[in-house]
């Protein structure tokens, strides 16, 4: 699988949309636009493209995919014994970031499901997306990079990794939100696999009961995916919490990337640590062979931007 020729596709296009369509109904993999990260994009129903993807990627295959939908209705072709409280979700949040696992209908391959008897669903909030979902039928789309590596939010990130390895990438510009949707899965009671930019207390509000987090070290039980290491870019990641440790660490480590919630000009150059540009950070630094990254994540704002900091553990290989 790396010797196809990628095409260039461009969603500003109708007729590239309908051909990106048209392929993936053919059984040929796609890179497609969302608002949280682009997705490589395979038909639901069909065995082979997903595992194209996997291949592709480079992934595990017991880490389940997710499946994207243009229409609420059209969760019903994939799940069954559907909970009111997912109903409720999907009305308060799609599309949007948000991806809800649910008991899988018989008739899906065990490639979209890493062998569960559970599926996980969204509907992304893109046009571009959406267009595209209308025509093809529902599509897994994991993350379209190899695995491990941080995630594309724009098309030239997808063909950093996978030009030569899948079949088209329908170019969308840059994804607004930047990382990965918000997991939830609902029985026996809600609980977040991975955490996003729709918080637990959004969801919470919705639902009218408790949403609890998974725990650090009890993520693999719960979502087969998050036991694997993500994010990472090649540098050695350095996270402190304090000023005085981030001081320490640039003495230490002259020739460092610096990543601050807060930009202050005391310390030089430092980038900010923002969800939409964090991944296109990390990449950039691959690119220009920085070889240490230090992030400064002060202690009491690790809960507020939990999605964020999430990514930064887990390209620690702390979770
Ligand atoms: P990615 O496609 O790279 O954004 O990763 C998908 C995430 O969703 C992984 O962390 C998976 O473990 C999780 N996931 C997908 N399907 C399921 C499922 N059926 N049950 C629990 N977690 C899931
Ligand atoms: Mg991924």
Known sequence: MSDLTTLRLYGNSESDIQQAALMLKDGKIVAFPTETVYGLGASVFNPEALKHVFEAKGRPADNPLIAHVSSIEEIALLAEDIPEDA????????????????????????????????????????????????????????????????????????????????????????????????????????????????????????LKKNVEVVQKGETHIQSPGMKYRHYSPKAHLHLCSTHEEFEGLIR?????????????????????????????ILRSADIKGVSDIIILFPIEERVLKSALFNRIEKALGQQ
């Open 252 to 280: 230490k480590y002259p020739q460092a990337m610096k990543l601050s919630l807060h930009v202050s000009t005391q310390f030089g150059d430092i980038f900010p640590l923002k969800e939409h540009t964090y991944y296109d």
């Open 87 to 206: 109903k409720l979700l999907a009305r308060a949040f799609f599309p949007g970031p948000l991806t809800i696992v649910l008991h899988a209908k018989k008739e899906i391959p065990r490639e979209a499901t890493g062998g569960l008897d559970t599926i996980a669903i969204r509907m992304p909030n893109h046009p571009i997306a959406l267009q595209l979902l209308k025509l093809s039928g529902p599509l897994c789309a994991p993350s379209a990079n190899i695995s491990g590596r941080p995630s594309p939010t724009n098309a030239y990130h997808v063909l950093e990794d996978l030009d030569g390895k899948i079949d088209a990438v329908l170019d969308g510009g840059q994804c607004t939100v930047g990382i990965e949707s918000t997991v939830i899965k609902l029985s026996p009671s809600p609980i977040i696999l991975r955490p996003g930019m729709i918080s637990a207390e959004q969801i919470e509000a919705v």
